[in-house]
């Protein structure tokens, strides 16, 4: 049994991750534990305060007692806008607090570019275009090259949790850039776990979600590889 600790904040598309260990199939469990969002707003401000370290540490004790072997950060926006190296000290607390190796979804991304192989990617989000620049900035700091970043001005998660397929889609189609070898849709309050080989058909090409890359780094910092297709490229290898 692997048992990766997942910290979510609020609730938007926490349900992907269910079903995501049921594709996972496996002895792997991903509990979540809904930590305060505060306000719900794509702002720089608001979001700051969301990934503040004491609303982290507040609920690590339960996925300790729920076996965790690590820990995760759900959230995209509440981590890579403390930039570079306040992720990292965020991070860092979170592991302190949590007596656990710890992660977020930004660095997520960053090492699952990384394990790709990949160099140039597209940014699909959801955020407005502020908020957007600051992870097109985290992925630079990152040794990304990011060839186009898309911003579509939505303000809080609970729209974003409501957007159907189609909506999906569209989003990714409209961020994809020919230059990119993977495009990422950053924001864990999109609902993508059903979708991605659908995704990376429709682009022709890799396609990594906040909700499905968030997994992958936890069951990495267990050591612990998962094949699972059906949650697209980045699951697909028994290496």
């Known amino acids: 049994m692997t048992t990766v600790g997942l910290l979510y904040p609020g609730h938007s598309a926490e349900d992907d991750y269910p ?13 979540v534990v809904h930590t305060d969002i505060g306000e719900d707003a794509h702002r720089v401000d608001a979001l700051l305060r969301m990934g503040a370290a004491e609303r982290l540490a507040s609920g690590v004790e339960q996925l300790r007692l729920a076996g965790a072997e690590s820990v995760v950060w759900a959230c995209t926006s509440g981590s890579f806008v403390y930039g ?7 991070t860092r607390g979170l592991a302190a607090s949590a007596g656990l190796p710890a992660s977020s979804t930004s660095f997520a991304f960053a090492h699952a570019v990384r394990e790709l192989g990949a160099e140039r990617v597209a ?4 955020y407005p275009e502020d908020v957007t620049a600051y992870f097109t900035a985290f992925l630079k700091s990152a040794g990304i ?4 970043d898309r911003a579509s001005g939505i303000i809080t998660a609970a729209e ?19 230059d990119a070898q993977v495009v990422l849709l950053p924001d864990t ?3 993508t776990a059903a979708h991605l080989p ?22 990495r910092l267990a050591e612990r590889r998962a094949w699972a297709p059906k949650l697209g490229t980045l699951f697909a290898s028994r290496e």
Not at 84 to 90: L, N, P, R, S
Not at 123 to 126: L, S
């Open 160 to 178: 974003v949790g409501t957007w159907e397929w189609e909506q999906v889609l569209a989003l990714a189609r409209a961020g994809d850039h020919p």
């Open 145 to 148: 090259e990011v060839v186009s």
């Open 19 to 31: 079903r995501m260990e049921m594709l996972l199939g496996s002895d792997i469990r991903l509990p």
């Open 123 to 126: 940014v699909a989000a959801t």
């Open 84 to 90: 570079w190296e306040g992720a990292h000290e965020q």
């Open 198 to 219: 659908e995704l990376e058909e429709a682009l022709g090409k890799p396609v990594l979600t906040a909700n499905q890359v968030t997994v992958w780094e936890g069951l």
């Open 189 to 191: 309050a999109l609902h």
